[in-house]
């Protein structure tokens, strides 16, 4: 089983994590039910005195210790040692040499299961859910892109000491967030045919340009003071200072930065030049590969990269290859049905039934249906932006979660991708897309302080408290 491993983890990986992250989008104050029982003194996650009260906690059978009070749920040691074993084998198999110490290592799991808490609880109270059949089908994605079935996932990930059960857990709470960011970001990010238009003509001389990236992110507190704000500076000119005095990289990564990506050594993979801010592409593209950048200043924070690689390629656009299935859906119990229908093809897939077979007894696209859902070689601008989004994210071979557009949902299927040369025609349909992910990744770090400093969190073990740098 050894074989899968190193697979195994990047597919784990890319199932679990987020990206970079202005405009309010909730409303702070009623994001989430305040503390049953207020508490007499609030202090935050960098407080070294200990609290005196907190609110009751819900999940009081799993106590064992806790470590954090979230709102009106907690975290024990338990549950976060269980996710800084996994964590630490993920790192192991990247590389053993870059482990933080384990003090270091347990205060940035503590972090992200904090952060990740808050989403969950949030996606909950709008009655965001994720049924078995979609877990079901995101297990089999993540095997099949692994080349195993999913009893061969379970025993590889048993044989990397992970508990299954847990790993459901996260997955479904992956699930969840993700539904939730769609909701509260994605769909609150409205492009304008001359935003479009303007952006398409500036990224035609870096449309083929590509950077291989770790970062560090030091975040600003919400409504920063000019202490804070210079606090904060300070922080990332040590950081960077070590940096350039050769300190490694992914290890002050793993230690420092905020990132989700933090616990990936910053790893944030190859980045289109244009899904970047200006001031970080242009920052980028005078460096050379094993540069560090200088430190950059966000709405949000600092951040500093590491170039890896370069990408100059002739521009080109991702073809998917393409099948679906579609269900009208109408209105009322048309719409119930639709959705209970999507449920049962879901469960259909998992089971190994084949998905042209499926689409040519359930699609109402009598088109597509005939040809067993194909649609052939999809170019982007070529579908909905909703339904184009769902298949560019999908692995060859993996089939979507139901995807409601108006009055249809739709299931889609990636069999293959290729690139092609970019036309003038595809270049608007293009910006469109680097455009709309990069005003997502800059948007989501805005939302997810928002909703972090408008939660209730009480770290009670003085020893998981965020350190100054």
């Not at 521009?315 to 959705?339: F, R, Y």
Request: glycine letters at 4%.
């Amino acid at each position: 089983m050894s074989r899968y491993r190193s697979t195994l983890f990047l597919a784990v990986i890319a199932s679990s994590c987020t990206a970079w992250a202005a405009t309010p989008f909730v409303n702070r104050d009623t994001l989430l039910a305040a503390p049953t029982t207020p508490p007499s003194r609030v202090f935050s996650a960098r407080s070294t005195v200990a609290p005196q009260a907190a609110p009751l906690p819900q999940n009081l059978d799993y106590l064992d210790k806790v470590v954090a009070v979230v709102n009106e749920q907690i975290i024990t040691s338990l549950q976060l040692d269980e996710r800084v074993s996994a964590i630490k084998a993920q790192l192991q198999q990247q590389d053993p040499k870059q482990l933080p110490p384990d003090d270091i290592l347990r205060r940035q799991v503590l972090q992200q299961m904090i952060l990740q808490d808050i989403e969950v609880q949030m996606a909950k109270r709008m009655d965001i859910d994720v049924d078995q059949a979609t877990l079901d089908q995101a297990v089999a994605n993540i095997a099949r892109s692994n080349n195993l079935s999913p009893d061969q996932l379970r025993a590889a990930l048993t044989q990397q000491g992970q508990s299954w059960s847990a790993f459901e857990r996260n997955l479904r709470e992956r699930i969840l967030v993700d539904r939730l960011q769609q909701q509260e970001v994605e769909a609150r990010v409205h492009l304008g045919k001359d935003e479009i238009q303007t952006f398409a003509r500036q990224i035609k001389q870096t449309a083929g340009l590509s950077f291989e990236l770790q970062q560090i992110f030091l975040p600003l507190p919400g409504d920063p003071t000019p202490d804070a704000v210079s606090t904060v500076r300070r922080d990332a000119e040590q950081v960077h200072e070590q940096l350039v005095n050769g300190a490694s990289f992914t290890r002050l990564a793993t230690e420092v930065s905020a990132a989700r990506d933090a616990l990936q050594g910053g790893r944030l993979g190859w980045v289109k030049a244009a899904e970047l801010p200006n001031s970080v592409s242009q920052t980028l593209l005078k460096l050379k590969p094993g540069d560090i950048s200088s430190i950059i200043p966000s709405a949000t924070g600092y951040h500093i990269f590491k170039l890896l690689d370069v990408k100059h390629q002739e521009p080109s656009v991702t073809e998917v290859k393409a099948a679906m299935i579609v269900l009208h859906a109408g209105k009322g119990i048309q719409e119930q049905e639709a959705q209970s229908q999507a449920k049962d093809i879901e469960s259909s897939l998992q089971s190994g039934v084949n998905f042209g077979e499926l689409a040519k007894r359930y699609s109402q696209d009598s088109a597509s249906a005939a040809k067993g859902g194909e649609l052939g070689w999809v170019a982007p601008g070529g579908l909905p932006d909703e339904l184009e989004r769902a298949l560019m994210s999908l692995p060859v071979g993996n089939v979507s979660a139901p995807v409601q557009v108006g009055n249809a949902i739709y299931i889609l299927q990636s069999q293959g991708q290729r690139q092609s040369a970019l036309s003038d025609t595809q270049l608007e349909s293009v910006a469109r897309m680097q455009l709309f992910n990069r005003t997502v990744r800059e948007r989501m770090e805005e939302w997810q302080r928002r909703i972090r400093d408008g939660a209730y969190v009480e770290i009670l073990d003085p020893d998981l408290r965020i350190r100054n740098t």
